[in-house]
């Protein structure tokens, strides 16, 4: 609460004289400048605002993370005493548990999996969703207003809704696109399956962000282009496309965070297919591992190794990215 | 297919120019097409298999409704399911995505108005921490996160799915970009001199102005926990507690076996489906995508 409630008029308390120093005849300008000054104010209203936010961030981000790594270097010692009968304690495990993380080939054959999926799903996103942009953005194109709704649609389908949605679609029994000819749960044909979910999901969603940057371009350059000569294909592909690259690079690294952490459509089409096992994915292994397996030990190792990968992989695609998509803004 | 096509095929746009003037632009309206078909033919395909009895279902070619009450038994079935328990997925889900959303936006919203709207020590390192934590994968949080409350008992109630959702690093560093560029100063600076409090002035000033930003999060946030399942696939073990997503998973799970049931779980695809499509794309004019793509130029 500030101490210049009630103080009507006067100038305020010393603590702010930097502010009343800087207080302007009003302004002429009528737009807000672009980089806005930032007042020292002193008043517990900014702390007292962050603080649920961080306290949250603390409660539910830092300490789950800090336990996680606590609960790595430990391991189950079960039964001491003669008969092993004593209750089980937990010990200090050094890093036993990340060894075995790492000589498991299974848990590499999942981020694998992982990564084809992203392979297929991230490109066709991206591809789809901007070329959906580009021509909801052309000249004299019609069924703008039902397409741009009828894509968007799918986004707000929960993830595993849509992908018991799809499920029925592949599952051979059920599906109306040839499941009894075709088999969509095949060693290869899976990947392309699980990838399809997700990008049905996405890609609305994704076309709209580009879309809305695409309308936020200036006009001005696309008629310069127009009245050069350039093709509306050429104008796409030279002159919006370059102007995208931020965006691309901002849909880009979201959907990568996205990818890296599937799990809803795998695991939601385990129940259906025999394609599909119990450590598939990253995720859907670190879940067996904590609740089927029981060994949270193990389980609190893997997910700290997945959130260090992901972020480094994150961190990584989002430098290269920035960097490529500077250099097409030149 | 392409009976289906033409069928589905939309009232022809309502302003359609003079053929001669202006030609349709026929490759981006083709290819627009085909993705609008693409996105839409799931959802149409469940609607029409959920008029199906589980018999029909396997026997009656998929694209072709059936008119033999089997809509309305399967219905009936979804919703007298373990007395009703649907009805009780559906109001969690309700409070999960809806109050979860309006919490979540509260919090991020007076966050970032706080990081964008003053400087205090410290707060240029908490909004570097903030923007680096949008690349936490907060999905691959939800296991630790159900080991540090398992270990204080504190799972299997509804504040355990709610809490861990409400701060999302994107929607602080959102609201602290929007409040910095429209919440403009002078504006402040003049509440100021006229005695408001600083309390005031972000309720009556920042909160209003700050609003498209709080919208945009709102929905963002209500869509990331209306997907998030793993969250309360780990949280949850009481089927009263469920949320929709998880429910349907679970009634796949206990009839995954036996094909004999499937009509249920496609009537509650359904269900599920079609409110909130309709809820969305009614407020999809309300929400202010243009927030997001432009926090990357900022």
């Given amino acids: 609460m500030s101490a210049i409630g009630d103080r009507s008029g006067t100038p305020p308390p010393p603590q702010t004289l930097l502010d009343s120093a800087s207080v302007q005849p009003v302004s002429d300008s009528p737009e807000p400048p672009a980089r806005v000054r930032r007042r020292r104010h002193r008043s517990l209203l900014p702390l007292f605002l962050l603080a649920p936010a961080v306290l949250l961030f603390l409660l539910f981000t830092v ?21 092993g009968d004593q209750n089980p304690t937990q010990v200090f495990a050094g890093l036993q548990n990340y060894h075995a993380a790492f000589a498991d080939s299974e848990f590499w054959h999942s981020i694998l999996r992982m990564l084809f999926v992203a392979v297929i799903g991230v490109p066709a996103t991206i591809v789809f969703s901007t070329l959906f942009a580009l021509c909801l953005d052309a000249k004299r194109a019609r069924l703008v207003g039902f397409a741009r709704l009828a894509i968007f649609l799918p986004y707000a389908v929960p993830g595993v809704v849509a992908t018991l949605l799809w499920g029925f679609i592949y599952l051979p029994a059920t599906s ?33 962000v580009v879309y809305t940057s695409l309308r936020g371009l200036p006009r001005e350059l696309f008629e310069a282009a127009e009245i050069d000569g350039a093709s509306e294909l050429q104008i796409a592909l030279r002159v919006k496309l370059p102007l995208l690259a931020p965006t691309l690079t901002l849909v880009t690294v979201f959907s990568l965070i996205g990818a890296l952490q599937l799990f809803n459509e795998p695991n939601t089409l385990k129940p259906i297919t025999n394609a599909i096992s119990s450590t598939w994915v990253p995720l859907m292994r670190v879940y067996t591992d904590a609740f089927v397996t029981n060994d949270i030990y193990k389980g609190a190792a893997a997910s700290f190794l997945l959130i260090v990968l992901t972020v480094t992989a994150t961190v990584l695609a989002n430098a290269v990215l920035r960097r490529i998509s500077r250099r097409s803004e030149r | 297919m392409t009976a289906v096509a033409t069928a589905l095929r939309p009232a022809p746009p309502a302003r359609r120019a003079p053929a001669h003037r202006s030609r349709t632009n026929l490759i981006p309206t083709v290819i627009l097409l085909v993705g609008a078909l693409y996105c839409v033919l799931p959802v149409v395909w469940i609607l029409i298999a959920s008029t199906k009895t589980n018999g029909e279902l396997f026997s009656t070619p998929p694209f072709e409704p059936t008119f033999h009450g089997g809509f309305v038994t399967n219905m009936r079935a979804l919703f007298t399911y373990d007395n009703g328990i649907f009805y009780r997925w559906a109001i969690n889900s309700v409070i999960y995505a809806v109050g979860g959303a309006a919490l979540s936006t509260i919090v991020c919203g007076a966050a970032g108005y706080a990081l964008g709207k003053y400087r205090f020590p410290g707060s240029v390192v908490l909004f570097r921490l903030i923007v680096a934590a949008v690349l936490l994968p907060q999905i691959m949080l939800a296991i630790p996160q159900f080991l540090l409350l398992a270990k204080f ?11 861990p959702q409400l701060v999302s690093p994107f929607a602080i560093y959102l609201c602290k970009i929007y409040a910095e560029a429209s919440v403009n100063d002078e504006v402040i600076e003049a509440a100021r001199v006229d005695g408001a409090t600083e309390w005031r002035i972000f309720l009556s000033i920042g909160a209003r102005l700050l609003s498209p930003a709080l919208v945009t999060v709102f929905l963002l946030q209500f869509i990331g926990i209306w997907n998030n399942f793993l969250l309360p696939y780990v949280m949850l073990n009481r089927d009263q507690l469920f949320p929709l997503t998880e429910g349907l998973y679970g009634l796949l799970i206990i009839t995954g076996g036996q094909a004999a049931q499937y009509s249920i779980v496609i009537a509650g695809v359904l269900v599920s489906i079609v409110p909130l499509a309709i809820l969305f794309l009614s407020l999809q004019r309300y929400w202010r995508v243009d927030l997001i793509s432009g926090g990357v130029k900022a």
């Avoid at chain 1, 606590?70 to 391991?75: A, G, K, Q, T």
């Avoid at chain 1, 040839?178 to 076309?207: E, K």
């Fill in chain 2, 153 to 163: 008992g504190m799972t299997n109630n509804y504040a355990a799915v709610l809490l």
């Fill in chain 1, 176 to 208: 109306p696109i040839g499941g009894a000819t075709f088999d969509y749960f095949g060693s290869r044909s899976v990947f392309f399956s699980v990838a399809n979910v997700a990008v049905w999901g996405v890609l609305g969603f994704n076309m709209v």
């Fill in chain 1, 63 to 83: 300490a789950p993370g800090g336990y996680a790594i606590y609960l790595s270097f430990m391991r189950m010692k079960v039964g001491g005493g003669l008969l």
